[in-house]
């Protein structure tokens, strides 16, 4: 079957940096996303990744490894209205996306 | 531009009923996904339609059905509606779900479905 798998929930501190790590299972691979969701509104595009390596957006940046099946998004600098949720979803073979849970992250002040 | 809109935002239904849902995707895009989504679920992917035919379906019972329309708008119907029904419904459009690179998809604010 098919599987993405993402931390929970995670807390860290303004100013400071936190990586989400997201691990993917899936039949095919046609590019991996983020997407950050804020309590009560739809997700929003952060970011885009298809080939091995980081890809840089001001205090953001994702990371894929494609023979490990990894992610992970990076965030710097952080700031209180950081806190949301983030979502590592895989497109498949099928140009179906495969969505993980989404972790919750807590930013404290 | 204006973004996806759906309608309505709020809904209470009775189990058994049966409800419609609608998303107006943004201008020019031709791809529309639909995604019910559940607290320590996730977004679970229900059917995208394009050009007003369902390209893609997820495994959810047939009570769940859509369609596309020529100006591209969709919409979504449950039948027989259940308690585990109650979810938020968001509708995603982009220009081609697959060769308009990078496949982003732009998402409506969705629809709060609580059945009692």
């Known amino acids: 079957g098919q599987n993405i798998d993402q931390p929970t929930e995670m807390t860290a501190t303004e100013g400071a940096i936190v990586q989400i790590n997201c691990t993917y299972q899936t039949s095919g691979f046609n590019g991996l996303f983020w997407y950050q969701q804020h309590a009560g509104e739809a997700p929003t595009f952060l970011s885009y990744n298809v080939l091995d390596g980081l890809e840089e957006k001001g205090r953001f940046s994702s990371f894929l490894s494609r023979s490990k099946g990894y992610s992970y998004l990076l965030l710097k600098e952080l700031q209180m209205k950081d806190s949301a949720s983030y979502l590592c979803?895989?497109?498949?073979?099928?140009?179906?996306?495969?969505w993980g849970a989404g972790t919750k992250l807590i930013i404290k002040p | 531009k204006a973004g996806v809109t759906q309608t309505p935002r709020y809904l209470i239904k009775t189990r058994g009923q049966q409800v419609t849902l609608s998303c107006s995707p943004i201008s020019g895009h031709r791809s529309v996904s639909w995604y019910q989504q559940t607290p320590g679920q996730g977004l679970q992917f229900l059917f995208e339609?394009?050009?007003?035919?369902?390209?893609n379906k997820g495994n959810f019972p047939g009570r769940f059905s859509g369609r596309q329309f020529s100006n591209s708008r969709s919409e979504m119907n449950v039948s027989t509606l259940e308690l585990g029904d109650s979810a938020l419904y968001l509708c995603?459009?982009?220009?081609?779900?697959?060769?308009?690179?990078?496949?982003?998809?732009?998402f409506g604010p969705g629809t709060r479905l609580t059945v009692t």
């Open positions: 995603a459009s982009s220009l081609d779900g697959r060769l308009a690179v990078p496949y982003e998809q732009y």
């Open positions: 979803a895989v497109m498949d073979s099928n140009y179906q996306l495969i």
């Open positions: 339609y394009f050009s007003e035919t369902q390209r």
